[in-house]
């Protein structure tokens, strides 16, 4: 049994719970693959590692890949599969499987959004981000950074620890539900707000302002999100480029974009010369 199997079935929970369909919005799902756009998707053979209910791969698919294919170790494959054929998708894949071990031929790109972080061994995931990209292909990645989420980590964190041995319905309907709610105001204030300048030091300023374009359904999602899983890790600036300094990766390809301060998004190229296993 992998070591993120609790983890996986914890947000099974979350994703199977969900009503049909993407929960993001088209500008989201651009904004998180920024700077690669629909077009580096066109034609190609993707993967995405933690792939949950296929709320990102519904609209990966819509992009014109050659072909799709998401891995996820949760039996959010369930709701994946049903997400993919209701939106009419076609020539894609669901694999239930754990990521970390997950090899293939090789993919032209292969992606990981809001996984990593949640593994026992965020490095062994990322791992397999590179060893499942064929060689001259792209991968792309984001995870929760340790900059920028001190209020989180000491707040949100510990109370995580509690709840993720709840039952999912507690710690969805009798915790987040209403717990979620100061902030949903907040970060509304913050927007309506925004064209004050003293304001852009407050806490999660920048992620209130992206976060506050959505309803409160979503809010409560993002925090039983939070509250759910067994396993959060927060990632610095350094750690990130040291997986950049991999051996299989060009080094002339990377970037690094700190996201809504307090995440990071980043990737490459694998070098033509790289081996395609291992």
């Avoid at 929970?13 to 929960?23: A, E, I």
Wanted: glycine letters at 6%.
């Amino acid at each position: 049994m992998s070591g993120d199997t609790a983890t996986a079935e914890a947000f099974a929970t979350s994703w199977n719970n969900l009503p049909g369909g993407s929960v993001y919005t088209r500008a989201q799902v651009q904004e998180w693959f920024a700077p690669l756009t629909e077009s580096d998707f066109r034609d190609k053979t993707i993967l995405e590692l933690g792939c949950g209910n296929a709320s990102l791969l519904v609209h990966v698919a819509s992009w014109k890949p050659a072909r799709v294919e998401g891995v996820d170790l949760g039996a959010s494959v369930l709701a994946a599969e049903t997400n993919m054929r209701a939106a009419g998708h076609e020539n894609y894949t669901i694999t239930r499987a754990d990521l970390t071990s997950f090899r293939s031929d090789g993919f032209d790109l292969v992606y990981s959004i809001g996984v990593l972080h949640h593994l026992k061994s965020p490095k062994s995931g990322f791992e397999s981000v590179i060893a499942n990209v064929r060689p001259g292909g792209r991968f792309h990645c984001w995870v929760y950074a340790r900059e920028g989420n001190g209020i989180i980590i000491w707040l949100v964190d510990p109370l995580r620890k509690i709840t993720s041995h709840f039952p999912w319905w507690v710690t969805k309907y009798l915790i987040a539900t209403p717990l979620v709610l100061p902030y949903y105001f907040y970060a509304k204030a913050l927007r309506w707000l925004r064209h004050l300048p003293w304001l852009r030091k407050a806490p999660l300023y920048d992620y209130s302002l992206w976060i506050a374009q959505r309803d409160y359904a979503f809010f409560r999602h993002v925090a039983f999100d939070q509250l759910v899983t067994p396993q959060t890790s927060y990632l610095d600036k350094t750690t990130v480029e040291e997986w950049l300094h991999h051996s299989k990766i060009a080094a002339d390809s990377t970037y690094l974009i700190f996201r809504n301060g307090n995440s990071w998004k980043f990737g490459g190229t694998v070098r033509s010369d790289a081996i395609a296993f291992g």
